[in-house]
């Protein structure tokens, strides 16, 4: 079952106060793009693209990790017992599918085998898909252009030669959203950022 947005935003609060830092705002923006994309394409759930935007980072209550956070996550609402949006945790740092470690690769033992089966398990769906792209487009401090978002993350962040791979995939995932809207998703959204902010 779904949680409503104010229990989600409970669950986000308090994962916050374990772990303070822009990653909060950074979900809460994801939940709006991701609701306005699905709000514009056929026959979707806005709401439960939401609520997975709301969550899809909450591995972050375990602490300050890399990719690590998308397990967590997993884990977390497994116990809270949100399975429906537990997969979107893991399903939204893989476009593609790929595991492509372009960045910090801080699985623990075990941890890394349990993902790789279970994106080999599933098939995303458009959820999935408008939850990435969501999440690839949204900083703290509102949607920015992906291109320009790929740049800032690979600023912000620890990187290596792969992230061109996980770029690729980004761009193809863009493709693919403009495909079921029927029109570029940055048309949805007036306030695009096309430059970085000073902090975040």
């Not at 772990?19 to 709401?47: C, E, F, K």
């Not at 693209?49 to 602490?63: K, S, T, V, Y």
């Not at 800032?152 to 493709?175: G, I, P, Y």
């Amino acid at each position: 079952m779904i949680p409503d947005r104010e229990t989600a935003l409970s669950l986000l609060n308090a994962a916050y106060e374990k772990n303070p830092g822009l990653w909060r705002d950074h979900s809460i923006v994801t939940s709006q793009v991701a609701y306005r994309i699905a709000s514009a394409i056929p026959d979707m759930d806005p709401d439960r693209c939401q609520m997975a935007g709301l969550l899809h980072d909450i591995g972050r209550i375990r602490g300050i990790s890399g990719v690590r956070h998308t397990i967590d996550g997993y884990d977390y609402l497994m116990e809270q017992g949100d399975s429906d949006l537990a997969r979107y945790c893991i399903t939204h740092a893989f476009p593609g599918k790929r595991m492509i470690p372009h960045t910090r690769w801080d699985f623990l033992p075990g941890q890394l085998d349990f993902v790789c089966g279970y994106l080999n398990g599933i098939e995303y769906d458009l959820t999935d898909k408008i939850l990435q792209i969501a999440d690839f487009l949204s900083t703290a401090h509102g949607p920015m252009v992906l291109e320009v978002r790929l740049m800032e993350s690979a600023l912000r962040n620890s990187v290596n030669r792969k992230f061109l791979d996980f770029w690729r995939e980004c761009l193809q995932l863009k493709t693919e959203i403009d495909q079921a809207l029927g029109m570029s998703v940055y048309d949805l959204f007036d306030d695009l950022l096309i430059d970085w902010p000073n902090q975040g």
